[in-house]
T-cell receptor, first 109, second 112 residues
Framework: GQNIDQPTEMTATEGAIVQINCTYQ??????LFWYQQHAGEAPTFLSYNVLDGLEEKGRFSSFLSRSKGYSYLLLKELQMKDSASYLCAALDSNYQLIWGAGTKLIIKP | DAGITQSPRYKITETGRQVTLMCHQTWSHSYMFWYRQDLGHGLRLIYY???????DKGEVPDGYVVSRSKTENFPLTLESATRSQTSVYFC???????????FGQGTRLTVV
């Protein structure tokens, strides 16, 4: 079956760095997305990786290893507004998005 | 206004009633999606559409009906609502099948 695994919850300190991991098992692979979702709001796009390596976008970076079925989202210089759920989603061979349950990130001052 | 909008934002309905959730986007995106989001689960795809008059089932289509007569609209109908359909429903659109999706604000549906 198809599956996405990511930690349920993580806690980090304001100003620090946090890495949120995601492992996936899909029938074929056409890329991996990360979305941010604040409580009570809609998900918003953060990144898309289809090739191996690190993509940097300001304070956020996303990494992909296709051979390992693994991705991570790296958040630097954490701010209180980064408290949110982070959703990992893999695109399978039929271009269907398989979603993880999300990682709730709690930022403490 | 430009973007993707859902209505209503909140809805309470009774078991057995038919209810329709509306979704409208102004980007002329080809792809539109309906998801439900429940605690402990990721987003689960109900139905999607690749273009006007083309719809297909997702992971959890039972009890739902969609149509897409115009590119910009993608309504979702619960034919006979059940308590298990209490959820937050998100509509989304994307330009292609592998580009970012833009989500509506969500509809919180409660079936009593």
């Amino acid at each position: 079956g198809q599956n996405i695994d990511q930690p349920t919850e993580m806690t980090a300190t304001e100003g620090a760095i946090v890495q949120i991991n995601c492992t996936y098992q899909t029938s074929g692979f056409n890329g991996l997305f990360w979305y941010q979702q604040h409580a009570g709001e809609a998900p918003t796009f953060l990144s898309y990786n289809v090739l191996d390596g690190l993509e940097e976008k300001g304070r956020f970076s996303s990494f992909l290893s296709r051979s390992k079925g693994y991705s991570y989202l790296l958040l630097k210089e954490l701010q209180m507004k980064d408290s949110a759920s982070y959703l990992c989603a893999a695109l399978d061979s039929n271009y269907q998005l398989i979603w993880g349950a999300g990682t709730k990130l709690i930022i403490k001052p | 206004d430009a973007g993707i909008t859902q209505s209503p934002r909140y809805k309470i309905t009774e078991t057995g009633r038919q209810v329709t959730l509306m979704c409208h986007q102004t980007w002329s995106h080809s792809y539109m999606f309906w998801y439900r989001q429940d605690l402990g689960h990721g987003l689960r795809l109900i139905y999607y559409s690749a273009a006007a008059d083309i719809t297909d089932k997702g992971e959890v289509p039972d009890g739902y009906v969609v149509s897409r007569s115009k590119t910009e609209n993608f309504p979702l109908t619960l034919e006979s609502a059940t308590r298990s359909q209490t959820s937050v429903y998100f509509c989304a659109s994307s330009r292609t099948e592998n580009t970012e999706a833009f989500f509506g604000q969500g509809t919180r549906l409660t079936v009593v």
